[in-house]
């Protein structure tokens, strides 16, 4: 360690006695191991009380090596209480990892590989501690050797959209800029705790990826989606809203669902920059034509032919209409877990779920998509969201009940508990 990069707890107390008291101070020190040296630290408020919090970094002796521990503390009237302490690595000096408390969010900052970083933000609001974003960025790799081609994503926990950007690392020039929205698929049997969405999916404008013009708003057409998986099922359930049904004998001039899946697993581009190319064997849709809401009833559609001769008979639909909701339908499309997996991994996929909408009998080419991925084109999966599936969701948003550790605290210091 290098002095010059670290605190002793004197030094670190004197930087904080400007704005609290020795006492209160002293509630921080008393959390931290003895004889470690702290590399950075942050005030803010992350928590929504008001209140001035502290995140820092400190190194103990014996710790692994480059690892540092990361500790947030909550401002709690006249003492700092402890909420969380995470692991943190870094590459090369402690200084790597840093910190940002800005609107609401402690943003923790780390240097992953040569070219490669990632910042995560946390809020300590509505009595959880959790993860409310991540952005990250490296460059892509081809036969072991990083390219000139640069990747960044952005993501939100909180609405589940993500930003993702392929660029050239040297140059100025953008290769792909997209948003969508990710959908997190869990076990089926899990209850999820407060503040973890499982829906994406919104009725604002944002959704309608072509045909504007042709889209009156949320009452015209919308779409949301979730998904479930068990031991051989993923299932997924599609609300969509479409105030007008029209039916044709083809599609292009029908209203319909898709539900589009990328098996190919592949970066939206080459490591050359150059775009992407995708076999027709790694591609497999679901249709589901409206009808007319009368006589002529929802209609399914397998689309890939080569991935529907594999699976296709283990997968089934159901239609339930709303009844407290005009035009309001709730789809159920079970698909088989295997269509996800390599090997025994369950591996993320390109996705997206799509409504086009025909409002104008006469107009048919006058349709709008709505499209759980902003830059949907249709037939081209470099235009895809994604999903991925999550076997701990506690572990995957860092989350943490702050109420039951605080009732956990008074009952140690009335010596109910030990």
Not at 71 to 100: C, H, K, M, W
Not at 165 to 189: C, E, M, W
Not at 279 to 302: C, H, K, N, S, W
């Amino acid at each position: 360690m290098v002095a010059s990069d670290s605190l002793e707890f004197a030094g670190f107390a004197q930087a904080l006695s400007p704005i609290f008291s020795p006492e209160k101070i002293a509630t921080i020190l008393s959390n931290l191991p003895p004889k470690c040296k702290i590399f950075g630290f942050d005030i803010g408020e992350y928590s929504g009380d008001d209140g001035m919090d502290v995140v820092l970094s400190a190194m103990h002796d014996g710790a692994a090596r480059k690892s540092m521990d990361v500790y947030f503390f909550l401002n709690d009237g006249s003492r700092f209480r402890l909420l969380r302490t995470l692991q943190r690595r870094y590459v090369l000096e402690p200084i790597e990892v840093g910190f940002a408390i800005e609107a609401g969010v402690c943003f923790v900052t780390e240097k992953t590989g040569e070219y490669a970083w990632r910042i995560t933000g946390y809020t300590a609001g509505d009595g959880t501690f959790r993860r409310v974003s991540e952005w990250t960025t490296n460059r892509m790799r081809t036969g072991g050797r990083e390219t000139n081609v640069g990747y960044e994503r952005s993501f939100s926990y909180e609405t589940l959209i993500a930003d993702e950007h392929y660029y050239g690392s040297n140059s100025n020039r953008t290769f792909i800029r997209q948003k969508y929205y990710d959908l997190p698929v869990y076990p089926a049997d899990l209850s999820l705790p407060d503040g973890m969405r499982s829906m994406i999916g919104d009725s604002s404008g944002l959704m309608i990826a072509s045909g504007g013009s042709s889209w009156y708003g949320p009452d015209d057409c919308s779409i949301f989606c979730s998904a479930q998986y068990d031991s051989s099922t993923v299932t997924f359930r599609i609300r969509a809203h479409d105030d007008r049904l029209l039916y044709h004998a083809w599609a292009d001039s029908a209203d319909h669902l898709d539900l589009l899946f990328d098996l190919s697993r592949r970066n939206r581009i080459r490591p050359d920059g150059t775009p992407q190319t995708y076999a027709p064997a790694t591609q497999f849709g679901i249709r589901i034509i409206m009808g007319d809401g009368g006589m002529r009833t929802p209609v399914v559609e397998l689309l890939g032919e080569a991935v529907a001769k594999r699976f296709g008979d283990a997968v089934s639909v159901t239609t339930v209409p709303d009844a407290a909701e005009f035009q309001t339908y709730t789809f159920t499309v079970r698909v088989p877990l295997a269509l996800f997996t390599n090997g025994a991994a369950l591996q993320p996929t390109g996705f997206v779920c799509v409504y086009h909408d025909v409002d104008h009998d006469g107009m048919r080419q006058w349709a709008s998509l709505a499209a759980t991925a902003r830059e949907y084109i249709p037939g081209n999966p470099t235009t895809y969201g994604m999903l991925h599936f999550i076997s701990d969701p506690v572990a995957e948003y860092e989350w943490e009940n702050l109420r039951v550790i605080k009732l956990a605290e008074q009952l140690q210091r009335a010596g109910i508990i030990p």
